[in-house]
Every structure is written in C-alpha cells, then in structure tokens.
C-alpha cells in the first residue's frame, strides 16, 4: 500500500512538473504602447473599416465619440471633419500561429460572464477543490450504463487544463491527469485568477482562418465592441458557443447556435444577472443581420488584416497602422476579384520611406525577406522616370521637344525597333507627354542622343546588375530588367532625393492622374489630386507594378503570376487594372490627405 502511494505521489509531481503553469497563470501584461493613428481632416476611410479597427484598437471611447468627427456618419463612405486620433491596435498575446488574443484582466469582466459561467457550466466552482466529487459519481453511473466515457463531469479548473494541455481524446490517463492539474492548480491559485485564466485561455473559434483565444477577443471579433459594451443577449451567445466552437459556428451553424442562446439566455435571466424589463432577445432578422456581417468580413479579410496588423514585424510609429490594416485587405479582395482570370497571383508591396518602411506579401506560407530581397521581377516602365531624370541632368527640359518616331537601332543581333502601345497624335511630343503616355521611342532616342555610354555609366550604379554594353541591350530601357520590390524600392528612394535636389519635373509630370496612363482607372474622389505615381506591365501580364508616392509614404506594388510561366499563355492583367487599382483602395481610404512632395 506504501509503495502504491508512493507511485501515486510520483505519478501526481511528474504530472505537476511537466506542466508549465505559466500557460495558464500568465497575468496581462501592462500595454506600454502609446502609439496612435491620425485620421486627418479631410481624408476618407469606409465606415465599416474603421469601427472594425476601432474595436480592435486599444481605444475604448464610444463609436459616437469618433463618428461626430466625420460629416455625415450614415454614409458608407466617411469624410473626416476635424482630425482626430485614435489609439492603435491591441497587443496580440496569443503565441500560436494565426491566432488572436486580447487578454484581459478579471476585474474587466462582466459580471454577466463570470457568474453567468460559474452557474451555467460549475455551480459549485467556488467551493470544491478543482474537481467536484458529486459531478464525476455522476458522470461515472452514467459512463457504466453507457459502456463507454459519454459524460466528463468537468470542472471548469478541468476544462480549462484540458484546454490548455491536452487534445479532446476520451481516456483515463488524460482524465487523472486533468484531474491532478486541476486540485493543484485551485491549491496554488484563488478562484479569481482561475477565472481569469479560463476567460483568457480558452479557444472560441475560429474567423477567416484567424483563431479566437480568450472571451475580450471573441467579443471584438464576434459583436465588433469592446467586452465592456455586450448585452445580455451578445454574452449569452459567447457562453452558448463554450460547448463547441465548431458545432455553434456562428456562419456554418446558425440555427444550432442560435436553439442554445436561447436556452443561455432564459437560465441567465433566471439567475438574476440583469434587467428582466428589457426586451435583449434577436429577432429573426437581427440573427441574419449578424451571420451576414461576419460572412462579410470574413470574405474581405477583415480578420486576416488585423491579424497581420497586430502581428507584423515592422511597427515604427512614422507607419500608419491604419495603412497597413487596409493594405492587407485590400490586396486579398484584389486577388480574391482577380481568381476568375488567375489563381495563382501573388502581391507584394513595400511601403514607408528611408528609415521606416513596412512589407506585406500575400503569400503567408513562404519567406517574406526572400521574397522581397532576392526574387526578382520585370519592372516594365516602372523604369521611365529615372531614366528621364538622368535626361534632364544631362541637360534637357521637361519641356523640350523628342521625336515619337520609331527609332531603328542596327545591334549585333540585328536590326531593333521599339513597339508603342498606341499610335502617337503627333510626330513631337513635349518630354514631358512622352512620359505621361508612356512612349518607348522617346525613351531609346533621348539615350542615344545623349549616348549610351554616358547613361550605361549613370545607371550602372542605381543598377548594378544592369547588362552591359547598354547600347547592344537596349531593350533594358524599356524595362527588359528584372528587380526585387526591395530594389525597386531603393531605386525610387534615390529617385524622390533627386527630385528634390536637382528638379520636381519628371515628379510634376506624372502628378496629374488624369493625364498618365492610370486615367482611366482613377476615381472621381482621387481625380482632382495630385500624386506621383507610374505603372509598369511586362511578360505578357505576368509582372504588373505600380510606384507611387501620396506624400506619406513610396509604395512599389507588385502584382504577378508565381509559377511556371513557360508554354503559359499571357494574361489580361496590367499595372493600371491591378497594382494601380491596389494603391487608390490604400491611399484614398487610408484616413490621410494627399500631400505634397516633401523636400525638408
């Protein structure tokens, strides 16, 4: 009999020591982010983006005291009245991969929820010991009339170990152990903390790919509020969902979901938990209403961006989090839109400036660092306007004349012309034109004025890989070349110090949107601005580009097909209908105005 106690005992401390009790009793960390994001006076940002984002941001004000900043709250399409800022996102303290938790302390949990659970699911939680004696002779009886382990008899101690160590496996060895954990967790910790611990550990679903770890978390994502602001109804559905995530889906599972919120409800009311004179329960269209909003934000990456948001490895407070937040989203819509003519159609941007830049690619499986430093792609006429700023610093002007007919070169491998998109109006163009439509002549002919040896040796530096002699390779003028979005990037920054050193023309030419090669996709709203931008399409649709700078941030945007390309036909897809249309949805929903080429 010793002897088997003293297995006992060992059994119960390797049981105790292999468990790292951190998992569970891991109080929330004190939030020492105090940054915020500006929303400027006469910007634009969608309605339901942002009150989705301020439900995710570690501001608690009301939705009122935000919507009286905008011009007529009612509308989809918000127009910031007066500026304002708003705290950024919350601290993700969830460790698994694709995953969102917002811990919170016990005191900040409703009371609806604490008592509500204690009386729903372990009525006897504040008096026994982590396991409950009288539950699991019951659960036992009715395991015997079964034949088979059909009822637990769990605690909530035990639930929440479960939860946290082990799989949903029905065996003996998993529930001694359970049971282990739990006495000795209610022995070392008081019941508040338990609680904490249960409301912040426990999973409550899943959204678009993004798991929900914790009750504050599945209130913001669920409702899109703050756990503060749940009604009686709204806590009644988080604790219904408790039994089975899955099985009470609020999307895949409505009407399941919806059968045992009632019956939540009804035994909330019986217990006392909050005035009975108030009409809480959804109608019909109230719970079509709610499935049809997370079916929204689930198809719009609503979930995936602030995961990413809350997640990514750049967070420099010159970065809009905001930015970031819509860049995500509307990258996945575009490929989600673009599906019926590709697939397997990638994005990648960088975005910021010199010493704060951030980088989002939608292909969230492989690597980011590789993916924008080390693979390259045709940049096309994204190359135009540093090559027309090496033009004007060998002393030409914006607006002098170039001949926009073909030129013909004799190279070592014959006779080359280059192709137009369209047939020029005229035999003359202004430089400045030449550019804004995007000419291929002009571009050769200007090179071979000025010689090709001179612009080789210019552009040998800002290109390094740039082949060479420049006069037999020719075709690289017109975007022949391949550059990473890291590169790209790099070569613009140097492209704006130029701008502001020497001459804003190359800058001013293309500022006009409703004069460059994007006038068709430009937006009523973005029409009358003015910001730098140039698009790129080469390989037959397969790298599309867009570089653009709003006076905030440089973006280069690439939009491309990630494959094998040989024997694959072209596609329909080009800079203007794909990553320009990626930059209008970022910058003119963003919440920042359109400013002006910033030289300080």
Known sequence: MIGLIGLCVMYSIKTINDADLTRIISPKAPDANT?????????????????????????????????????????????????????????????????????????????????????????????????????????????????ALVQGGSTLTQQLVKNIYFTNEKSFSRKIKEAILAVYIDFKFDKSSILEAYFNEVFWGSLGGIRIKGVNTAAVLYFNKPISELDPYESAILVSMLKGPSYYHPIYRTDR???????????????????????????????????????????????????????????????????????????????????????????????????????????????????????????????????????????????????????????????????????????????????????????????????????????????????????????????????????LFKLYEDFMAAQCSVGSGVYESLADPSQTTIRRMVKPALRQQHFFGKTGTSNNGFDNLFVGYDGHDLFTIWVGYEGVRTNKKGLRLYGSTTAFKLYQEIILYSGQRIASLACE
């Open 35 to 147: 940054k915020t994001v500006l929303f400027e006076e006469g910007s634009f940002v969608k309605k339901r983006d942002f009150l989705f984002f301020k439900a995710n941001s570690r501001d608690e004000r009301f939705n009122s005291v935000f919507l009286e900043k905008f011009d007529d709250p009612k509308k989809s399409i918000l127009s910031v009245k007066e500026s304002f800022e708003l705290n950024s996102v919350r601290n993700n303290d969830c460790n698994y991969n694709r995953c969102l938790q917002y811990k919170i302390n016990f005191y900040n949990i409703p009371i609806i929820l604490s008592k509500g659970l204690i009386g729903i699911e372990d009525f006897r939680f504040l008096e026994h010991i982590g396991i409950d004696y009288i539950s699991i002779i019951r659960a036992i009886i009715a395991d015997i009339k079964a034949g």
């Open 257 to 487: 979901l919806r059968g045992r919120a009632d019956f939540i409800f009804n035994k909330l009311q019986s217990l006392d938990l909050f005035d009975k004179n108030t009409d809480y329960q959804w109608s019909d269209v109230k719970w079509q209403s709610w499935q049809k909003q997370l079916v929204a934000f689930q198809n719009d990456s609503f979930y995936e961006a602030i995961y990413l948001t809350t997640t990514r490895i750049n967070k420099d407070p010159k970065l809009s989090e905001y930015r970031f937040f819509k860049t995500v989203m509307a990258s996945k819509n575009l490929l989600r839109d673009l599906k019926g003519i590709e697939e397997n159609l990638a994005v990648k941007i960088a975005f910021g400036g010199a010493k704060h830049k951030s980088f989002y690619y939608s292909k969230f499986e492989r690597n980011v660092e590789k993916a924008f430093n080390d693979e390259r792609h045709s940049v096309g006429s994204t190359l135009k306007p540093v090559l027309f700023q090496i033009y004007l610093e060998q002393g030409y002007k914006i607006d002098d004349l170039v001949s926009t007919k073909p030129i013909t070169l004799d190279l070592i491998s014959g006779k080359w012309t280059p192709s137009e998109s369209h047939t020029p109006s005229a035999n003359e163009y202004p430089i400045s034109q030449a550019l804004q439509e995007s000419l291929n002549n002009p571009v050769v002919r200007l090179a071979h004025d000025i010689g090709f040896d001179k612009v080789e040796a210019i552009l040998k530096k800002k290109i390094s890989h740039l082949k060479t002699p420049l006069a037999e390779y020719p075709a690289q003028l017109l975007g022949a070349i391949e550059l990473s979005v890291a590169e």
